[in-house]
Protein backbone atom coordinates (compact mmCIF):
# COMPACT_ATOMS: atom_id res chain seq x y z
CA UNK A 1 0.00 0.00 0.00
CA UNK A 2 1.22 3.41 -0.89
CA UNK A 3 1.86 5.84 1.61
CA UNK A 4 -1.28 8.16 0.78
CA UNK A 5 -3.26 4.79 0.77
CA UNK A 6 -1.96 4.35 4.40
CA UNK A 7 -2.69 7.76 5.63
CA UNK A 8 -6.35 7.57 3.63
CA UNK A 9 -7.10 4.20 5.34
CA UNK A 10 -6.19 4.83 8.48
CA UNK A 11 -8.23 4.65 11.44
CA UNK A 12 -5.81 6.92 13.40
CA UNK A 13 -3.32 9.52 11.61
CA UNK A 14 -1.33 11.59 13.46
CA UNK A 15 0.75 14.06 10.78
CA UNK A 16 3.67 16.67 12.11
CA UNK A 17 1.93 17.38 15.43
CA UNK A 18 3.42 18.74 18.59
CA UNK A 19 2.50 18.99 21.93
CA UNK A 20 3.90 22.24 24.04
CA UNK A 21 2.93 23.03 27.83
CA UNK A 22 3.33 27.32 27.93
CA UNK A 23 6.74 27.92 26.44
CA UNK A 24 8.41 24.15 26.14
CA UNK A 25 7.52 22.20 23.33
CA UNK A 26 7.80 18.27 24.80
CA UNK A 27 6.77 16.98 21.29
CA UNK A 28 7.26 18.02 17.75
CA UNK A 29 6.95 16.55 13.83
CA UNK A 30 4.88 13.10 15.11
CA UNK A 31 3.71 11.49 12.46
CA UNK A 32 2.77 8.06 11.69
CA UNK A 33 -0.90 5.99 10.87
CA UNK A 34 -2.47 3.32 12.38
CA UNK A 35 -4.78 1.12 9.86
CA UNK A 36 -8.13 -0.31 11.13
CA UNK A 37 -7.92 -3.19 13.76
CA UNK A 38 -3.69 -2.98 14.43
CA UNK A 39 -2.19 -3.01 17.41
CA UNK A 40 0.47 0.04 17.68
CA UNK A 41 2.63 0.86 20.50
CA UNK A 42 3.98 4.14 21.48
CA UNK A 43 7.72 2.92 23.25
CA UNK A 44 10.42 4.98 24.94
CA UNK A 45 12.13 6.03 28.20
CA UNK A 46 10.48 7.93 30.70
CA UNK A 47 9.33 11.56 30.35
CA UNK A 48 10.18 11.04 25.79
CA UNK A 49 6.30 12.41 25.76
CA UNK A 50 4.42 9.23 25.46
CA UNK A 51 1.82 10.21 28.00
CA UNK A 52 1.66 13.74 26.69
CA UNK A 53 0.80 12.12 22.82
CA UNK A 54 -1.84 9.89 24.34
CA UNK A 55 -3.39 12.50 25.69
CA UNK A 56 -3.47 14.84 22.31
CA UNK A 57 -5.13 12.27 20.57
CA UNK A 58 -7.20 11.51 23.68
CA UNK A 59 -8.67 15.11 23.65
CA UNK A 60 -7.30 15.72 26.71
CA UNK A 61 -4.19 18.23 25.47
CA UNK A 62 -3.96 20.63 22.45
CA UNK A 63 -1.51 20.94 19.30
CA UNK A 64 1.28 23.07 19.09
CA UNK A 65 1.35 22.12 15.75
CA UNK A 66 0.44 19.59 12.85
CA UNK A 67 -3.04 17.18 12.96
CA UNK A 68 -4.42 14.34 14.29
CA UNK A 69 -7.42 12.64 12.14
CA UNK A 70 -9.61 9.44 13.39
CA UNK A 71 -10.91 7.28 10.99
CA UNK A 72 -10.43 10.64 8.37
CA UNK A 73 -12.13 13.02 10.63
CA UNK A 74 -10.09 15.81 11.96
CA UNK A 75 -10.01 15.46 15.64
CA UNK A 76 -7.50 18.50 16.56
CA UNK A 77 -5.00 20.97 14.54
CA UNK A 78 -3.75 24.34 15.97
CA UNK A 79 -7.45 26.04 15.55
CA UNK A 80 -9.52 23.08 16.23
CA UNK A 81 -10.38 20.87 19.57
CA UNK A 82 -13.29 18.12 19.16
CA UNK A 83 -13.93 17.30 22.78
CA UNK A 84 -12.78 13.67 24.16
CA UNK A 85 -16.56 12.96 24.65
CA UNK A 86 -17.27 12.75 20.87
CA UNK A 87 -14.14 11.10 19.55
CA UNK A 88 -15.56 7.69 20.48
CA UNK A 89 -11.63 6.74 22.18
CA UNK A 90 -11.84 4.72 24.79
CA UNK A 91 -9.06 4.70 27.95
CA UNK A 92 -7.23 1.91 30.02
CA UNK A 93 -4.90 3.42 32.90
CA UNK A 94 -2.41 1.54 34.82
CA UNK A 95 -4.59 3.11 37.86
CA UNK A 96 -8.06 1.47 36.47
CA UNK A 97 -10.86 2.38 38.48
CA UNK A 98 -13.74 -0.28 38.73
CA UNK A 99 -16.69 0.85 40.27
CA UNK A 100 -16.43 -1.17 43.48
CA UNK A 101 -20.27 -1.44 44.45
CA UNK A 102 -20.85 -2.95 41.03
CA UNK A 103 -20.24 -6.76 40.10
CA UNK A 104 -18.25 -7.50 37.02
CA UNK A 105 -21.14 -7.61 34.64
CA UNK A 106 -22.44 -4.18 35.64
CA UNK A 107 -19.10 -2.91 35.48
CA UNK A 108 -18.76 -4.18 31.89
CA UNK A 109 -22.04 -2.66 31.19
CA UNK A 110 -21.56 0.75 32.50
CA UNK A 111 -21.28 2.26 29.02
CA UNK A 112 -23.96 0.00 27.59
CA UNK A 113 -27.00 1.44 28.78
CA UNK A 114 -28.25 2.55 25.53
CA UNK A 115 -28.69 -0.97 24.46
CA UNK A 116 -31.64 -3.00 25.02
CA UNK A 117 -31.25 -5.28 27.79
CA UNK A 118 -31.31 -8.01 25.87
CA UNK A 119 -28.50 -7.13 23.57
CA UNK A 120 -26.63 -5.64 26.34
CA UNK A 121 -26.72 -8.89 28.41
CA UNK A 122 -25.42 -10.46 25.41
CA UNK A 123 -22.52 -8.17 24.59
CA UNK A 124 -21.32 -8.42 28.50
CA UNK A 125 -21.54 -11.92 27.83
CA UNK A 126 -19.25 -12.14 24.98
CA UNK A 127 -17.16 -9.59 26.38
CA UNK A 128 -16.17 -11.66 29.64
CA UNK A 129 -15.87 -14.98 26.89
CA UNK A 130 -13.45 -12.66 25.38
CA UNK A 131 -11.30 -12.13 28.59
CA UNK A 132 -11.10 -15.21 29.81
CA UNK A 133 -13.24 -14.75 32.99
CA UNK A 134 -16.89 -16.56 31.91
CA UNK A 135 -17.56 -17.95 35.63
CA UNK A 136 -16.65 -13.97 37.06
CA UNK A 137 -19.78 -11.92 36.14
CA UNK A 138 -21.42 -11.90 39.76
CA UNK A 139 -17.92 -11.01 41.46
CA UNK A 140 -17.10 -7.84 43.16
CA UNK A 141 -13.85 -6.10 41.87
CA UNK A 142 -12.22 -6.96 45.58
CA UNK A 143 -13.37 -10.26 45.76
CA UNK A 144 -10.28 -10.42 42.24
CA UNK A 145 -6.80 -10.22 41.80
CA UNK A 146 -4.94 -7.43 40.13
CA UNK A 147 -4.24 -9.49 36.54
CA UNK A 148 -8.64 -10.23 36.53
CA UNK A 149 -9.57 -6.69 37.52
CA UNK A 150 -7.64 -5.33 34.57
CA UNK A 151 -9.18 -8.05 32.32
CA UNK A 152 -12.73 -6.07 33.45
CA UNK A 153 -11.20 -2.84 32.91
CA UNK A 154 -10.10 -3.79 29.34
CA UNK A 155 -13.43 -5.46 28.70
CA UNK A 156 -15.41 -2.34 30.18
CA UNK A 157 -13.36 0.05 27.56
CA UNK A 158 -14.12 -1.87 24.81
CA UNK A 159 -17.71 -2.85 25.56
CA UNK A 160 -18.87 0.38 23.61
CA UNK A 161 -16.77 -0.10 20.65
CA UNK A 162 -14.33 2.34 20.93
CA UNK A 163 -12.94 4.06 17.58
CA UNK A 164 -9.96 3.67 19.16
CA UNK A 165 -8.34 1.83 22.41
CA UNK A 166 -6.10 3.98 24.13
CA UNK A 167 -3.58 1.87 27.07
CA UNK A 168 -1.59 4.17 28.93
CA UNK A 169 0.92 1.70 31.21
CA UNK A 170 -1.89 -0.75 31.79
CA UNK A 171 -0.15 -3.62 33.26
CA UNK A 172 2.92 -1.51 34.51
CA UNK A 173 1.70 -2.39 38.22
CA UNK A 174 1.71 -6.11 37.11
CA UNK A 175 4.87 -9.24 37.53
CA UNK A 176 6.98 -9.05 34.33
CA UNK A 177 5.27 -12.80 33.58
CA UNK A 178 1.81 -11.99 33.88
CA UNK A 179 2.26 -8.75 32.07
CA UNK A 180 3.57 -10.27 29.11
CA UNK A 181 1.01 -13.30 29.32
CA UNK A 182 -1.58 -9.87 29.87
CA UNK A 183 -0.42 -8.04 26.95
CA UNK A 184 -1.04 -11.15 24.76
CA UNK A 185 -4.11 -11.94 25.89
CA UNK A 186 -5.09 -8.83 25.48
CA UNK A 187 -3.93 -8.51 21.99
CA UNK A 188 -5.84 -11.57 21.20
CA UNK A 189 -8.94 -10.14 22.67
CA UNK A 190 -8.42 -6.94 21.02
CA UNK A 191 -8.25 -8.76 17.95
CA UNK A 192 -11.15 -10.69 17.86
CA UNK A 193 -13.49 -7.61 18.80
CA UNK A 194 -11.70 -6.13 15.78
CA UNK A 195 -10.56 -3.52 18.23
CA UNK A 196 -7.77 -0.63 16.77
CA UNK A 197 -5.51 -0.15 19.89
CA UNK A 198 -2.44 2.10 21.07
CA UNK A 199 -0.60 1.11 23.62
CA UNK A 200 2.31 3.03 26.15
CA UNK A 201 4.64 1.39 26.94
CA UNK A 202 8.55 1.57 28.39
CA UNK A 203 8.91 -1.91 28.48
CA UNK A 204 9.92 -3.83 24.97
CA UNK A 205 8.86 -6.84 26.11
CA UNK A 206 5.50 -6.01 26.80
CA UNK A 207 5.60 -3.97 23.27
CA UNK A 208 6.59 -7.07 21.55
CA UNK A 209 3.87 -8.85 22.90
CA UNK A 210 1.41 -6.81 22.01
CA UNK A 211 1.72 -4.68 18.99
CA UNK A 212 1.87 -5.13 15.26
CA UNK A 213 3.78 -1.80 14.77
CA UNK A 214 6.14 0.07 17.20
CA UNK A 215 7.11 3.73 17.42
CA UNK A 216 10.35 4.11 19.35
CA UNK A 217 10.11 8.02 20.57
CA UNK A 218 13.15 9.77 22.06
CA UNK A 219 13.96 13.49 23.14
CA UNK A 220 10.31 14.41 22.51
CA UNK A 221 10.82 12.77 18.34
CA UNK A 222 9.46 9.84 16.78
CA UNK A 223 12.50 7.97 16.16
CA UNK A 224 11.30 4.96 14.05
CA UNK A 225 7.43 3.82 13.51
CA UNK A 226 8.21 0.02 12.31
CA UNK A 227 7.79 -3.76 13.27
CA UNK A 228 9.73 -4.94 15.89
CA UNK A 229 11.95 -7.40 13.97
CA UNK A 230 12.69 -4.20 11.76
CA UNK A 231 13.71 -2.10 15.12
CA UNK A 232 15.73 -4.90 16.28
CA UNK A 233 17.78 -5.38 12.80
CA UNK A 234 17.35 -2.31 10.64
CA UNK A 235 17.41 0.63 13.64
CA UNK A 236 16.95 3.80 12.19
CA UNK A 237 19.48 5.55 14.20
CA UNK A 238 22.23 5.11 17.51
CA UNK A 239 19.32 5.90 20.07
CA UNK A 240 16.88 2.72 18.51
CA UNK A 241 19.75 0.40 18.50
CA UNK A 242 20.58 1.42 22.05
CA UNK A 243 17.13 1.32 23.45
CA UNK A 244 15.48 -2.28 21.52
CA UNK A 245 17.34 -5.30 22.40
CA UNK A 246 20.83 -5.74 23.93
CA UNK A 247 24.46 -4.72 21.45
CA UNK A 248 27.25 -2.61 21.49
CA UNK A 249 28.75 -0.27 18.61
CA UNK A 250 31.97 -1.29 17.67
CA UNK A 251 34.01 1.20 15.65
CA UNK A 252 35.34 0.71 12.25
CA UNK A 253 36.27 2.10 8.67
CA UNK A 254 34.91 1.87 5.32
CA UNK A 255 36.88 0.17 3.14
CA UNK A 256 37.70 0.99 -0.75
CA UNK A 257 34.98 -2.41 -1.59
CA UNK A 258 32.19 -1.20 0.48
CA UNK A 259 32.60 -3.65 3.48
CA UNK A 260 33.80 -2.22 6.83
CA UNK A 261 36.99 -3.10 8.65
CA UNK A 262 35.46 -3.78 12.46
CA UNK A 263 38.20 -5.55 15.06
CA UNK A 264 36.33 -8.27 14.56
CA UNK A 265 37.49 -8.32 10.82
CA UNK A 266 35.50 -7.51 7.90
CA UNK A 267 31.33 -7.14 7.53
CA UNK A 268 29.01 -6.35 5.09
CA UNK A 269 26.93 -2.96 5.56
CA UNK A 270 23.46 -3.49 5.84
CA UNK A 271 23.83 0.54 4.39
CA UNK A 272 25.46 3.48 5.21
CA UNK A 273 23.65 6.28 5.47
CA UNK A 274 25.65 9.17 4.29
CA UNK A 275 29.35 8.46 3.10
CA UNK A 276 31.30 10.09 6.59
CA UNK A 277 33.94 12.61 6.33
CA UNK A 278 37.85 10.56 5.48
CA UNK A 279 39.89 11.36 8.38
CA UNK A 280 43.53 12.71 7.63
CA UNK A 281 44.80 9.13 7.05
CA UNK A 282 41.86 9.11 4.17
CA UNK A 283 39.69 6.45 6.44
CA UNK A 284 36.05 6.74 6.94
CA UNK A 285 35.00 5.99 10.35
CA UNK A 286 31.57 4.23 10.97
CA UNK A 287 30.01 2.74 14.11
CA UNK A 288 28.80 -0.49 13.57
CA UNK A 289 25.91 -2.36 15.56
CA UNK A 290 26.83 -6.05 17.00
CA UNK A 291 23.86 -7.74 17.81
CA UNK A 292 24.62 -10.91 20.93
CA UNK A 293 23.42 -12.99 17.88
CA UNK A 294 25.58 -11.46 15.58
CA UNK A 295 29.10 -13.06 17.13
CA UNK A 296 27.99 -16.76 17.00
CA UNK A 297 29.75 -19.71 19.24
CA UNK A 298 32.36 -21.80 17.42
CA UNK A 299 35.24 -24.54 18.23
CA UNK A 300 36.88 -24.51 15.03
CA UNK A 301 37.47 -20.51 14.55
CA UNK A 302 40.15 -18.89 15.03
CA UNK A 303 38.85 -15.92 16.45
CA UNK A 304 38.68 -16.59 20.25
CA UNK A 305 38.40 -13.70 22.68
CA UNK A 306 38.32 -13.33 26.79
CA UNK A 307 35.11 -13.77 28.41
CA UNK A 308 34.76 -11.03 31.17
CA UNK A 309 31.35 -11.85 32.49
CA UNK A 310 28.72 -13.92 31.42
CA UNK A 311 24.93 -13.87 32.68
CA UNK A 312 22.46 -17.50 32.81
CA UNK A 313 19.37 -16.67 30.70
CA UNK A 314 18.15 -20.12 30.95
CA UNK A 315 18.32 -21.66 27.36
CA UNK A 316 20.84 -19.09 26.40
CA UNK A 317 24.28 -17.33 28.50
CA UNK A 318 25.11 -13.84 27.49
CA UNK A 319 28.91 -13.19 27.21
CA UNK A 320 30.38 -9.92 27.73
CA UNK A 321 33.90 -10.62 25.56
CA UNK A 322 37.27 -8.38 25.49
CA UNK A 323 37.86 -7.20 22.00
CA UNK A 324 41.39 -7.99 20.93
CA UNK A 325 44.35 -6.11 21.58
CA UNK A 326 45.28 -4.22 18.66
CA UNK A 327 42.26 -5.28 16.42
CA UNK A 328 41.69 -2.08 14.67
CA UNK A 329 44.18 0.11 12.31
CA UNK A 330 44.58 3.56 14.74
CA UNK A 331 42.82 2.04 17.27
CA UNK A 332 39.86 2.18 19.31
CA UNK A 333 37.54 4.95 19.55
CA UNK A 334 36.86 5.96 22.79
CA UNK A 335 33.32 7.07 22.45
CA UNK A 336 33.19 2.92 21.58
CA UNK A 337 33.04 -0.16 23.17
CA UNK A 338 35.80 -2.27 23.91
CA UNK A 339 33.40 -5.00 24.48
CA UNK A 340 31.04 -7.08 22.52
CA UNK A 341 28.40 -9.80 23.13
CA UNK A 342 27.60 -12.79 22.60
CA UNK A 343 25.01 -15.36 22.83
CA UNK A 344 25.59 -19.15 23.33
CA UNK A 345 23.59 -22.12 24.01
CA UNK A 346 23.72 -22.69 27.79
CA UNK A 347 24.61 -26.40 27.50
CA UNK A 348 28.24 -24.71 26.60
CA UNK A 349 29.08 -23.82 29.96
CA UNK A 350 32.41 -21.31 29.95
CA UNK A 351 33.70 -19.46 33.21
CA UNK A 352 35.11 -15.73 33.48
CA UNK A 353 38.71 -15.79 32.39
CA UNK A 354 38.49 -18.60 29.92
CA UNK A 355 38.54 -17.70 26.17
CA UNK A 356 35.09 -18.09 23.77
CA UNK A 357 36.26 -19.08 20.47
CA UNK A 358 33.48 -17.27 18.33
CA UNK A 359 32.94 -16.02 14.34
CA UNK A 360 30.77 -13.31 13.17
CA UNK A 361 27.47 -13.98 11.91
CA UNK A 362 27.84 -13.02 8.23
CA UNK A 363 24.67 -10.87 8.04
CA UNK A 364 25.17 -7.36 7.11
CA UNK A 365 25.06 -5.13 9.97
CA UNK A 366 23.54 -1.66 10.74
CA UNK A 367 26.32 1.06 10.49
CA UNK A 368 25.91 4.65 11.88
CA UNK A 369 28.06 7.83 11.13
CA UNK A 370 30.87 8.44 14.03
CA UNK A 371 30.95 11.27 15.72
CA UNK A 372 33.78 13.63 13.77
CA UNK A 373 36.20 13.92 17.03
CA UNK A 374 36.76 10.48 18.23
CA UNK A 375 39.83 10.28 20.30
CA UNK A 376 41.81 7.04 20.55
CA UNK A 377 41.17 4.79 23.64
CA UNK A 378 44.90 5.03 25.40
N1 LIG B 1 1.04 19.18 32.51
C1 LIG B 1 2.33 19.36 32.24
N2 LIG B 1 2.90 20.58 32.37
C2 LIG B 1 4.20 20.77 32.07
N3 LIG B 1 5.05 19.80 31.65
C3 LIG B 1 4.54 18.57 31.50
C4 LIG B 1 3.17 18.28 31.78
N4 LIG B 1 2.95 16.95 31.54
C5 LIG B 1 4.14 16.45 31.11
N5 LIG B 1 5.09 17.42 31.11
C6 LIG B 1 6.49 17.26 30.67
O1 LIG B 1 6.48 16.78 29.33
C7 LIG B 1 7.50 15.84 29.11
C8 LIG B 1 6.89 14.56 28.57
O2 LIG B 1 6.07 13.99 29.60
P1 LIG B 1 5.19 12.68 29.36
O3 LIG B 1 4.45 12.38 30.63
O4 LIG B 1 4.39 12.87 28.12
O5 LIG B 1 6.32 11.59 29.10
P2 LIG B 1 6.25 10.00 29.18
O6 LIG B 1 7.12 9.51 28.09
O7 LIG B 1 4.82 9.56 29.16
O8 LIG B 1 6.89 9.72 30.60
P3 LIG B 1 6.58 8.52 31.65
O9 LIG B 1 6.95 7.23 30.95
O10 LIG B 1 7.48 8.84 32.79
O11 LIG B 1 5.11 8.62 31.98
C9 LIG B 1 8.23 15.67 30.44
O12 LIG B 1 9.39 16.47 30.41
C10 LIG B 1 7.23 16.19 31.45
O13 LIG B 1 7.91 16.73 32.56
Known amino acids: MSKIDLAANAQLSVRHAAVAYGAVTVLQEVSFHLPPGQIGCLLGPSG ?66 HLPRAARKQRVTALLELVGLPQMAKSYPHQMSGGQQQRVALARAIAPRPELLLLDEPFSSMDAELRQQLARDVRHALQQDGVTGLLVTHDQHEAFAMADVIGVMGDGRLRQWDSAYNLYHHPADEMVAGFIGKGTMLPGFILPDGCIETPLGRIKARQVPVTPQADAEGRRAVRVLFRPDDLLHDESSDLSLEILDKSFLGAESLYTLALPDNALSGGIPADASDHVLSLVESHHDHAIGDRLPVRVSGEAMPVFLAAATSTVRA
Not at 85 to 93: A, D, K, L, S
Not at 95 to 103: G, K, S, T, V
Open 48 to 113: CGKTSLLRAIAGFEPLAAGEIRLRGQCVVNTTQMTPPEQRRVGMVFQDFALFPHLNVADNIAFGLR
